[in-house]
């Protein structure tokens, strides 16, 4: 082998090497770099674009793909110390056509964050509603679907501001009374009588509780590797005091059974999945909305815990577009 040759084949490895050690060193030394770097990557596999938009000097984080048209445009509401890259994995399974908007919730990620703001679940669906009426999304009915938080201000946008709503899809949503105690809600009583409650199992502040709350959110026993667990919790940490305050305010009178309050005035086309595992909330809620929203359809996916949204997500994405399906039917008979 000459001379050239030899030195092209170093050049080669060490081109390739570049990068490999890049990998091993962030996984390795900064894993949260690594988290948001997959989830930048993702999300322009999907062609998912981040938006800014500001209402007077509030200023809401979203991200998009597609356009309105004859279908319903899809508004999604993440869950608590979640973010708009939750829904990634159901978007996977959704037609690229359907224009699909996924927004950071108050005070969540690239959303505005002031401790002067009203984050009960009421106050949280007016601050939807100012994103709503920002990009004019409300122009024509559009779909709404919320899981746990994201779920209980749905239901309570649904009930507040219907002319916005055409449907709505609720999944494992948080708001309702339960005649038994969830393994969460019994950890929670733990934890208040051994005057603990500082430690709440959903704000992780270590790799062990981070694995310890993925085991009681997911009924699929995932095997996440311990640097990830620690990137996991290396993002979460700077904001856990907030979380802490979002915490103790849904969970307060105030707004501890919104979606209850205000389920019979739910007047839209309603959606309920529910994980038959959940062991965050009490999967009775589901009966509690059937009977009170009318012509509610209920699905409870066996083998599914709290986090359907990560745990079966093709199922979830084709339930949501079976019952657009179903409504679109309804709505061409009604006018034939």
């Not at 570049?18 to 091993?24: C, E, H, S, T, Y």
């Not at 770097?37 to 809401?60: E, K, P, T």
């Not at 399974?93 to 679940?121: A, Q, W």
């Amino acid at each position: 082998m000459d001379l050239d040759m030899l030195n092209m084949f170093v050049i080669a490895g060490g081109t390739l090497a570049i990068p490999i050690l890049a990998f091993v060193a962030s996984f390795l030394l900064w894993p949260s770099a690594l988290i948001r770097i997959y989830y930048w990557y993702w999300r322009r596999a999907l062609g998912m674009q981040v938006r800014y938009v500001n209402y007077d000097d509030y200023q809401f984080c979203y991200s998009y793909r597609g356009r309105p048209g004859y279908r319903p445009s899809i508004l999604m509401l993440h869950g608590f110390s979640a973010h708009k890259d939750m829904w990634l994995s159901i978007v996977k399974f959704l037609p690229k056509n359907l224009h699909l908007v996924c927004v950071d919730m108050p005070g969540h990620e690239g959303t505005t964050r002031s401790d002067l703001d009203d984050y009960s679940i009421s106050g949280q669906a007016k601050r939807i509603h100012q994103f709503v009426e920002c990009i004019k999304l409300n122009r024509r009915p559009f779909h709404l679907v919320g899981t746990s938080m994201g779920g209980n201000v749905a239901g309570v946008y649904a009930a507040q501001y219907p002319e916005d709503i055409c449907s709505l899809t609720l999944i494992c949503p948080a708001g309702l009374p339960s005649t038994t105690d969830s393994k969460f809600i019994k950890q929670l009583r733990e934890l208040q009588e051994s005057r603990h409650i500082d430690r709440i199992p959903l704000i992780p502040s270590t790799p062990e509780e981070m694995a310890d709350m993925l085991k009681l959110c997911s009924y699929v026993r995932f095997k996440v590797p311990q640097q990830i667990l620690q990137g996991l919790v290396d993002v979460r940490i700077p904001h856990n005091e907030f979380y802490r305050k979002l915490f103790l305010e849904i969970v307060d009178e105030k707004s501890r059974h919104s979606l209850h309050e205000n389920m019979s005035k739910i007047k839209a086309p309603t959606q309920v999945i529910w994980g038959k595992q959940d062991q965050v909330l009490d999967v009775s809620g589901a009966s509690v909305l059937a009977s009170a929203i009318p012509h509610c359809h209920v699905y409870i996916l066996e083998n599914c815990g709290h986090s359907v949204v990560v745990e079966r997500p093709r199922k979830t994405a084709n339930l949501i577009l079976e019952f657009l399906a179903l409504l679109h039917s309804i709505d061409n008979k009604k006018q034939a």
